[in-house]
């Protein structure tokens, strides 16, 4: 079977670093999604990993292990409209795109 | 390129009654996928098609069904709706069912409210 998890909840101050954490269990691997989704909004794409490592884009940075089906998001000098919810997304073999149930980000001034 | 479209945006129905939600997805885009959203449970995934066919289904009863046409716009339909059924019912095209070109560009969604 295929199972994906992430923490609920976490919360952090403006201009701080917070690491969300996301493992997962499939049946193949064909890459990593993550996705932010705002209150009231569609998920909109972040990142995607295929190969082992770090991925930086501006503020944002993604992480794979496949060895030990892990991943993590990392997101740098925290805003407050990084306030929302994070998706943990794996396109496994021959199988649709599941996602975890989401990590609700609170970013505090 | 415009975005993924879903019609309607909000509906109401009482148990018992059936619902028909379309999705057109990104021009270009062969893959569609339908998402199930409710608070607590995440995006629940229900079923992909990729070219006319059924690629993947969820764990979902068989009152949840759906398809995909020659220019990869897609229904689902629910029929027999219960109160559990209201939710946040999101479609995503992709350009492929698999790999990078499987990022998912998501529609705003239909909401619907069963009484």
């Known amino acids: 079977g295929q199972n994906i998890d992430q923490p609920t909840e976490m919360t952090a101050t403006e201009g701080a670093i917070v690491q969300i954490n996301c493992t997962y269990q499939?049946?193949?691997?064909?890459?990593l999604f993550w996705y932010q989704q705002h209150a009231g909004e569609a998920p909109t794409f972040l990142s995607y990993n295929v190969l082992d490592g770090l991925e930086e884009k501006g503020r944002f940075s993604s992480f794979l292990s496949r060895s030990k089906g892990y991943s993590y998001l990392l997101l740098k000098e925290l805003q407050m409209k990084d306030s929302a919810s994070y998706l943990c997304a794996v396109s496994g073999a021959g199988t649709a795109l599941i996602f975890g149930k989401g990590t609700t980000l609170s970013v505090s001034s | 390129k415009a975005g993924v479209t879903q019609t309607p945006r909000y509906l109401i129905k009482t148990r018992g009654q059936q619902v028909t939600l379309s999705c057109s997805p990104i021009s270009g885009h062969r893959s569609v996928s339908w998402y199930q959203q409710t608070p607590g449970q995440g995006l629940q995934f229900l079923f992909e098609?990729?070219?006319?066919?059924?690629?993947n289904k969820g764990n979902f009863p068989g009152r949840f069904s759906g398809r995909q046409f020659s220019n990869s716009r897609s229904e689902m339909n629910v029929s027999t709706l219960e109160l559990g059924d209201s939710a946040l019912y999101l479609c995503?095209?992709?350009?492929?069912?698999?790999?990078?070109?499987?990022?998912?560009?998501f529609g705003p969604g239909t909401r619907l409210t069963v009484l």
């Open positions: 499939t049946s193949g691997f064909n890459g």
């Open positions: 098609y990729f070219s006319e066919t059924q690629r």
């Open positions: 995503a095209s992709s350009q492929e069912p698999s790999g990078r070109r499987n990022e998912q560009f």
